[in-house]
C-alpha cells in the first residue's frame, strides 16, 4: 500500500490505485464555468475528506473542455451515494451551463491544427470513412477511470490504441 502524504494531491501525483472521473464539454468553458466548476469541486472534495478520514481529491480543468476528478481511496472507499451526488452535480453544471457533461455518444479528438473538436458518433463515423481522423488521430478515451492509466497517458492518445479503433476503423 502507498502512504499517505500531505502534499497537495495533483492528478499526476495520485497513488495508483486511485480513481478518476472525466466529464467532456461539447465545448470550450468560459471561464466563469471554469471557476464555478472549480469552486464546486473544492466543496465536493471538502466533503469527502470529512465524511471519510483519509480521503483526498483533486480536480483540474484540461484543455478548456475536460472536467477531471480524482479520489485517492486507501485508508477508505468513495460510496456509491457519494459518486453519485458528484454525478448529480455535474449534470446541474451542464444545465446551468447548457452542456451535457455526460454523454458517452460524443467522440473528442484533436483536429490537425491541435484543437479539441467533438463529434457524435455518426459525424466521427464519417470523419474516419473519409479519412479525415485515422488511427493517428489524437482523441480523448473519457472511460480513463484509474490513477495508472491517466499517468500513463491514456487519456489523450492515438485513436489506434483505444477502442474507437475497433468501433470506427473496420
Known amino acids: 500500500m502507498n502512504p499517505i502524504t500531505t502534499a497537495p494531491l495533483t492528478l ?97 479528438y484533436r483536429d490537425d491544427d491541435g484543437a479539441v473538436q467533438s463529434a457524435t458518433r455518426a459525424e466521427f463515423a464519417s470523419l474516419a470513412k473519409s479519412g479525415a481522423v485515422n488511427a493517428d488521430t489524437l482523441v480523448f478515451d473519457t472511460t480513463v477511470t484509474s490513477s495508472e492509466a491517466w499517468r500513463a497517458g491514456k487519456f489523450e492518445t492515438p485513436m489506434k490504441n483505444t477502442w474507437l479503433a475497433q468501433a470506427f476503423l473496420n
Open 12 to 108: 499526476d501525483t495520485l497513488p495508483d490505485g486511485c480513481r478518476v472521473w472525466i466529464f467532456a464539454a461539447h465545448r470550450p468553458f468560459a471561464t466563469d464555468e471554469m471557476e464555478s466548476f472549480s469552486a464546486m469541486m473544492t466543496r465536493v472534495v471538502g466533503k469527502w475528506s470529512a465524511k471519510y478520514p483519509g480521503m483526498r481529491g483533486c480536480h483540474v480543468v484540461v484543455d478548456d473542455r475536460f472536467l477531471v476528478v480524482g479520489a485517492e481511496e486507501h485508508m477508505t472507499k468513495l460510496s456509491g451515494c457519494s459518486a453519485d451526488a458528484m454525478l448529480r452535480m455535474f449534470i446541474g453544471l451542464g444545465a446551468e451551463t447548457g452542456m451535457q457533461l455526460v454523454d458517452r455518444m460524443v467522440v473528442h
